[in-house]
């Protein structure tokens, strides 16, 4: 519904995972007895806790951002290492040719402005040297954790 309306979607997928011992009761009202209170309050939790989630998540990309911007602050504006730094948060995984055609420079520049983020210890390479791997290993981190258990207390039915 929400990509219908050129929103962006919430993910409560992983909410309902962690609670799902706990949510069978309200949809089973729901079947049973035709009560939708408890069923609409689980999913309108689930819903600000998706989005409390989603905001946690994008401080912590921007606080990543930032710290990439002041590391590379002495590079030319309009180097290919300034433009990298806006293009990790969305692409922390990638080859350097993915960086050249998203960044649009040449593949020297690309492969410069990589080589900068690892002497930065920013990316990590695989050890193959063809078509290389390379990983914004501090953002995969931020993507991977667990979020704070439950911001909201009450989405407990």
């Given at each position: 519904m929400l990509a219908a309306e050129g929103c962006r979607p919430l993910y409560v997928s992983g909410l309902l995972y962690r609670n799902r011992r706990d949510?069978?009761?309200?949809?089973?009202?729901?079947?049973?007895?035709?009560?939708?209170?408890?069923?609409?309050?689980?999913?309108?939790?689930?819903?600000?806790?998706?989005?409390?989630?989603?905001?946690?998540?994008?401080?912590?990309?921007?606080?990543?951002?930032?710290?990439?911007?002041?590391?590379?602050?002495?590079?030319?504006?309009?180097?290919?290492?300034?433009?990298?730094?806006?293009?990790?948060?969305?692409?922390?995984?990638?080859?350097?040719?993915?960086?050249?055609?998203?960044?649009?420079?040449?593949?020297?520049?690309?492969?410069?402005?990589?080589?900068?983020?690892?002497?930065?210890?920013?990316?990590?390479?695989?050890?193959?040297?063809?078509?290389?791997?390379?990983?914004?290993?501090?953002?995969?981190?931020?993507?991977?954790?667990?979020?704070?258990?439950?911001?909201?207390?009450?989405?407990?039915?």
């Open positions: 949510d069978f009761g309200a949809p089973l009202e729901v079947q049973l007895r035709s009560r939708w209170d408890g069923c609409i309050d689980f999913f309108t939790q689930a819903a600000m806790s998706a989005c409390d989630e989603s905001m946690a998540l994008a401080a912590q990309q921007a606080a990543l951002r930032d710290d990439r911007n002041r590391r590379v602050a002495d590079r030319r504006p309009d180097s290919a290492s300034r433009k990298l730094v806006a293009a990790l948060i969305g692409t922390p995984v990638f080859i350097v040719n993915q960086v050249k055609r998203l960044l649009g420079v040449s593949f020297p520049a690309a492969n410069n402005a990589v080589a900068d983020f690892v002497s930065l210890g920013v990316l990590r390479g695989t050890a193959r040297q063809h078509n290389r791997v390379f990983v914004a290993h501090e953002a995969i981190a931020v993507l991977d954790q667990a979020p704070e258990q439950d911001r909201r207390p009450s989405l407990k039915l």
